[in-house]
T-cell receptor, first 112, second 112 residues
């Protein structure tokens, strides 16, 4: 059973709206990540955090922002949604060291 | 050049056969590699990780790493229809804070 939760699972929203995708984990992991995945394509790193008050941009410029005020919580905000933001957004977390990630169930976002 | 490359497939194998999935990487500084399985509409789940040259076995799965050739593979023995999924290869590189870089994935179809 996954210990990392993403809400909402599905979201349809109009262009120009501000949205926040939620991600929370109960495993006490320091490292958290946001990836974007289009169908049949690789995961692209959007943002990552290695601890509270630490956030960095990844390879993909998605015009989004993140915050890490608490260890367990890593929300992603789009200030002004556009149709090009339509995609699946995956949140993940990991412990330090050579271990892989645990992924959340994802949020499938459609901007109309 | 993408950091992690995979043949997108589909790779079709009969039930009971060995499925061989391959991945190459460009960053010689990458130290560890991960194989994830992703069912359609679901988030990736970790199968194995490897960071030493050679083979690593876990049940029906064997990961192989050849750092000189920058090559990673995953063998699935006694393939089952339930193994039908997309398999993602990921490497931990030096940039982006050592976050994982994912390939596009190889689609595997195990036919009864």
């Amino acid at each position: 059973e996954a210990d990392i939760y993403q809400t909402p699972r599905y979201l349809v929203i109009g262009t120009g709206k501000k949205i926040t995708l939620e991600c929370s984990q109960t495993m006490g992991h320091d490292k958290m990540y946001w990836y974007q995945q289009d169908p049949g394509m690789e995961l692209h790193l959007i943002h990552y955090s290695y601890g509270v008050n630490s956030t960095e941009k990844g390879d993909l410029s998605s015009e989004s922002t993140v915050s890490r005020i608490r260890t367990e919580h890593f929300p992603l905000t789009l200030e002004s949604a556009r149709p090009s933001h339509t995609s699946q957004y995956l949140c993940a977390s990991s412990v330090a060291g050579e271990y892989g990630y645990t992924f959340g169930s994802g949020t499938r976002l459609t901007v109309v | 050049q993408k950091e992690v490359e995979q043949n997108s497939g589909p790779l079709s194998v009969p039930e009971g056969a060995i499925a061989s999935l391959n991945c190459t990487y460009s960053d010689r500084g990458s130290q560890s590699f991960f194989w994830y399985r992703q069912y359609s509409g679901k988030s990736p789940e970790l199968i194995m990780f490897i960071y030493s040259n050679g083979d690593k076995e876990d049940g029906r799965f064997t990961a192989q790493l050849n750092k000189a050739s920058q090559y990673v593979s995953l063998l699935i023995r006694d393939s089952q229809p339930s193994d039908s999924a997309t398999y993602l290869c990921a490497g931990r590189g030096k940039h982006s804070g050592y976050a994982l870089n994912f390939g596009k994935g190889t689609s595997l179809l195990v036919t009864p």
